[in-house]
Nanobody, 131 residues
Framework: QRQLVESGGGLVHPGGALRLSCDASRFTLNYYAIGWFRQAPGKEREGVGCISRWGGVTDAPESVKGRFTISGDNARNLWYLQMNSLEPGGTAVYYC????????????????????????WGAGTQVTVPS
């Protein structure tokens, strides 16, 4: 049984919006950051945003800043990726992932965009944006 479950994918027209959800309630270990990634056909998986579980500190690459927003409900272990102004041809599978590497102090309020930081992944949800 998957410990992370994404939902909310679908078909959206260019310029449209979509909100993805990541349910981490089945994850049995402690985790410290949540990352969102996407993988377009024939391309590498890339980070589109992350959020620290404690403090809700976020980060995102320049390519999506101002369009994508990450938020969450820590008490319910639900995390969201709000995507606005989706670009034509932006079809990809979107994944959420968690980083359960133990940390303390100021590191509690950090997250990273690199894939290697994340140890548990969901199965992904398809987002289709026609060209």
């Amino acid at each position: 049984q998957r410990q992370l479950v994404e939902s909310g994918g679908g078909l959206v027209h260019p310029g449209g919006a979509l909100r993805l959800s990541c349910d981490a309630s089945r994850f049995t270990l402690n985790y410290y950051a949540i990352g969102w990634f996407r993988q377009a056909p024939g391309k590498e998986r890339e980070g589109v945003g992350c959020i620290s579980r404690w403090g809700g500190v976020t980060d995102a690459p320049e390519s999506v800043k101002g369009r994508f927003t990450i938020s969450g409900d820590n008490a319910r272990n639900l995390w969201y990726l709000q995507m606005n102004s989706l670009e034509p041809g932006g079809t990809a599978v979107y994944y959420c992932a968690v980083d359960s590497t133990p940390r303390s102090g100021s590191y509690l309020y950090t997250c990273g965009l690199g894939r290697v930081k994340y140890d548990t992944w969901g199965a992904g949800t398809q987002v289709t944006v026609p060209s």
